[in-house]
């Protein structure tokens, strides 16, 4: 039969709250930043979003490709800008 001191019984409940403590964390972590639904281009495009100006991705071409990656660079720097910032 196991005896329990009172300084093992204080190391269990330190544990048993470090854990609960730990598992608030986790889950604090996971309501901050609740997912969010998101429609595909496909759905975008058939809706007209933005009056029909948006269009899926086309790298068919090289000059399409070079245009793409124009368009992407504004918006990869001001999310690793934000990135930075965090």
Request: net charge neutral; hydrophobic share 50%.
């Amino acid at each position: 039969m196991l005896k329990w001191t009172a300084h093992a019984a204080a190391a269990h409940a330190a544990a048993a709250h470090a854990a609960a403590a730990h598992a608030a964390a986790a889950h604090a972590a996971a309501v901050r930043a609740p997912p969010q639904l998101a429609t595909g281009p496909a759905d975008l495009v058939r809706a007209e979003v933005f009056g029909g100006l948006f269009a899926p991705v086309d790298r068919s071409t090289p000059a399409e490709a070079r245009i793409e990656d124009r368009l992407d660079l504004p918006f990869d720097c001001h999310k690793c800008q934000a990135e930075q910032r965090r």
